[in-house]
Each structure stands twice: as structure tokens, then as C-alpha cells.
């Protein structure tokens, strides 16, 4: 009697872990494999964005300027320019011009911008590097003013 209840016991508790045992080995093997494809496609994923938005930055000129100035004034009466960049003055007219700085007549907010007298006929050119907006007008007849933007 006791002896066959015991290897019923054993024999119950042997299917038990075994039972156990498999039901494990297919858990591991099912939880390993079905992560490891997602983490997988998502670097690549990912890499592809970050390489497009150097291709597509925006090239920024250096070119020269020329600004002119005739009867009617400076021409053109904005200039847009990147930081670096030389801005030539042409004297068309027959009269002085000192293209300067704002304000009149301290000619202070960027002293880059003071070109100084231009003969008639003659040129100057200057270079800008300080970023920003400013004023510019001819101290001669500071009605006559233009724009320059440094980006
Ligand atoms: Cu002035």
C-alpha cells in the first residue's frame, strides 16, 4: 500500500516538472524570438531620416555687393547679405557721398558700415561681419538712406 502510493506520487510529480519544464522551454523560445525582429528594423528606420536633412541645408553666398549711389540715392536701398561678405559703393553722381552708420550724425550702431567719402566717380568697399540690421544713410544729405541686413 504505501510503497505504490509513493511511486504514484512520484510518478505524478515527475509529470508535473516535466510538464512544467516544456511549457517553459516553448515559453523561452517564444518570448526570445518574437522581440529580437522589431529593435532590429527600428535603427534602420531610423538612420534614414537623419542623413536627408544634411543633403537639403540651404547654401549660403558669400557673393560681392555692389550698392550705387545716383541721383536718386542708394540703389538698391536693402542689401542682404551673410556675414563676410564685401560691399562695394559706387559714386555715380557728381557730388561727395559718405555712405555711414546710423545714427546721424554719431554714426554709431555699426561702425563696419562707416565707408567714409567717396569722390565722384570713385568706389569703396567694405566688409561686414557684424550680424544684424542697420541703418545706413549719405551724411552729406542723411535723407538719402538704405538698409543693409547681415545674416
Ligand atoms: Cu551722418
Known amino acids: 500500500m504505501k510503497r505504490s502510493t509513493v511511486t504514484a506520487i512520484v510518478i505524478v510529480l515527475a ?3 516535466l510538464g512544467a519544464l516544456f511549457y517553459q522551454a516553448s515559453q523561452r523560445t517564444a518570448t526570445v524570438t518574437s522581440p529580437s ?5 527600428r535603427p534602420s528606420a531610423a538612420a534614414s531620416p537623419s542623413a536627408s536633412p544634411l543633403s537639403s541645408s540651404p547654401a549660403t553666398s558669400t557673393a560681392p555687393v555692389t550698392v550705387d549711389f545716383t541721383s536718386t540715392g542708394f540703389s538698391p536701398k536693402t542689401v542682404n547679405v551673410t556675414s563676410g561678405t564685401t560691399i562695394t559703393f559706387k559714386n555715380s553722381t557728381a557730388e561727395d557721398v559718405q ?5 546721424h550724425p554719431q554714426h554709431t550702431i555699426n ?3 562707416n565707408v567714409g567719402v567717396i569722390s565722384a566717380g570713385q568706389s569703396k568697399t567694405i566688409t561686414v561681419n557684424q550680424k544684424g540690421s542697420y541703418g545706413m544713410h549719405n551724411h552729406f544729405d542723411p535723407t538719402d538712406t538704405l538698409s ?3 545674416q
Do not use: A, K, R, T
Open 37 to 41: 525582429p522589431s529593435p532590429s528594423d
Open 99 to 103: 555712405p555711414s552708420s546710423d545714427p
Open 148 to 150: 543693409v541686413v547681415v
Open 15 to 17: 509529470l508535473i516538472i
Open 111 to 113: 561702425p563696419e558700415l
